[in-house]
């Protein structure tokens, strides 16, 4: 191969490896900005029919969000609360259960702060704490909304309080843990 061949195969080599591995995303911070009281907010969808025209015409249908606020009126109860730590990453903040009228929601407080990587997600682990290595027993709430700021998460049905206590911010790609909070 001639020399410019090869600087063409390590050029492409060098995209391929930036892209599978993504460093730039150590140095980037993704602001989320979400609120408890959008936490408890529910979003639905409202489907409005059209009269039929005089014409015979059918009738066209439109969507229109609504915004329903839960019946108990009450605040969200805080059921448990963490500090985050920094597993082999930097991270700071809270992670806060809350729960309102039967539902439960999982927040990053608005202080919180989590070095960003590539593929990152939210578990919840049935453990005390986070001993380290690939969990097998998690709830997985999906990816990372943001490094920074609130967000909330809400958790499904099979969530139990007094069982699912570590929330772990997982690289998926690589199979490494990011930080955690164990809830008490």
Same mark, same amino acid.
């Given at each position: 191969?001639?020399?410019?061949?090869?600087?063409?195969?390590?050029?492409?080599? @060098?995209?391929?490896?930036?892209?599978?591995?993504?460093?730039?995303? @150590?140095?980037?911070?993704?602001?989320?900005?979400?609120?408890?009281?959008?936490?408890?907010?529910?979003?639905?969808?409202?489907?409005?029919?059209?009269?039929?025209?005089?014409?015979?015409?059918?009738?066209?249908?439109?969507?229109?969000?609504?915004?329903?606020?839960?019946?108990?009126?009450?605040?969200?109860?805080?059921?448990?609360?963490?500090?985050?730590?920094?597993?082999?990453?930097?991270?700071?903040?809270?992670?806060?259960?809350?729960?309102?009228?039967?539902?439960?929601?999982?927040?990053?407080?608005?202080?919180?702060?989590?070095?960003?990587?590539?593929?990152?997600?939210?578990?919840?682990?049935?453990?005390?704490?986070?001993?380290?290595?690939?969990?097998?027993?998690?709830?997985?709430?999906?990816?990372?909304?943001?490094?920074?700021?609130?967000?909330?998460?809400?958790?499904?049905?099979?969530?139990?309080?007094?069982?699912?206590?570590?929330?772990?911010?997982?690289? @998926?790609?690589?199979?490494?843990?990011?930080?955690?909070?164990?809830?008490?």
């Amino acid at each position: 191969m001639t020399g410019r061949r090869w600087l063409v195969v390590g050029g492409v080599v @060098l995209l391929i490896g930036f892209l599978l591995f993504r460093p730039d995303t @150590l140095f980037t911070e993704v602001e989320a900005d979400e609120s408890l009281d959008e936490a408890f907010t529910t979003s639905t969808t409202t489907v409005a029919a059209s009269p039929t025209s005089s014409t015979g015409d059918a009738s066209t249908t439109t969507r229109q969000p609504a915004t329903t606020v839960p019946e108990g009126g009450g605040e969200p109860a805080q059921v448990s609360t963490g500090a985050f730590v920094g597993i082999d990453h930097s991270a700071e903040g809270t992670a806060t259960v809350y729960q309102q009228d039967g539902r439960y929601v999982l927040r990053f407080e608005d202080e919180t702060n989590i070095q960003n990587g590539p593929d990152l997600y939210v578990w919840l682990l049935r453990a005390d704490s986070y001993e380290g290595g690939s969990p097998s027993d998690y709830i997985d709430l999906g990816t990372l909304k943001g490094t920074t700021g609130g967000q909330n998460y809400e958790l499904p049905e099979g969530f139990d309080p007094e069982s699912h206590r570590v929330v772990l911010i997982w690289c @998926l790609r690589f199979a490494v843990p990011f930080a955690s909070a164990s809830l008490g």
